[in-house]
């Protein structure tokens, strides 16, 4: 069973940057679609970005497009997402999740959830 740690938040000013990191057990971790979300305070979790098994596709939402990138080390087991002008927007609770059914990033069912990484913008 796919384990997700996720490390690398905190507080940084608007403009800043941050590059998050999520550790994951397991010998497949290649095989497996990877993706992060977000959940703000009061609101409900977001999907911010995917990546295929093996890092040649990407998708972001529109808010982060240009600003947010998503990758990969397959020999790390580890997938980052590197976050650039933050703004306060951005402020919330960052999940990294595993698509243990497919490498692809078309209609996933992110099935498996690290326990999330608080980051806050300040403006």
């Known amino acids: 069973q796919v384990q997700l740690v996720e490390s690398g938040g905190g507080l940084v000013q608007a403009g800043g940057s941050l590059r998050l990191a999520c550790a994951a057990s397991?010998?497949?971790?290649?095989?497996?679609?990877m993706g992060w979300f977000r959940q703000a305070p009061g609101k409900e979790r977001e999907f911010v970005t995917a990546?295929?098994?093996?890092?040649?596709?990407?998708y972001y939402t529109d808010s982060v497009k240009g600003r947010f990138t998503i990758s990969r080390d397959n020999a790390k087991n580890t997938v980052y997402l590197q976050m650039n002008s933050l703004k306060p927007e951005d402020t919330a609770v960052y999940y990294c999740?595993?698509?243990?059914?497919?490498?692809?990033?078309?209609?996933?069912?992110?099935?498996?959830w690290g326990q999330g990484t608080r980051v806050t913008v300040s403006s």
């Open positions: 999740a595993a698509d243990p059914t497919t490498s692809g990033i078309d209609g996933n069912m992110f099935s498996r």
């Open positions: 397991g010998r497949t971790f290649k095989m497996y679609a």
């Open positions: 990546i295929s098994g093996n890092g040649s596709s990407t």
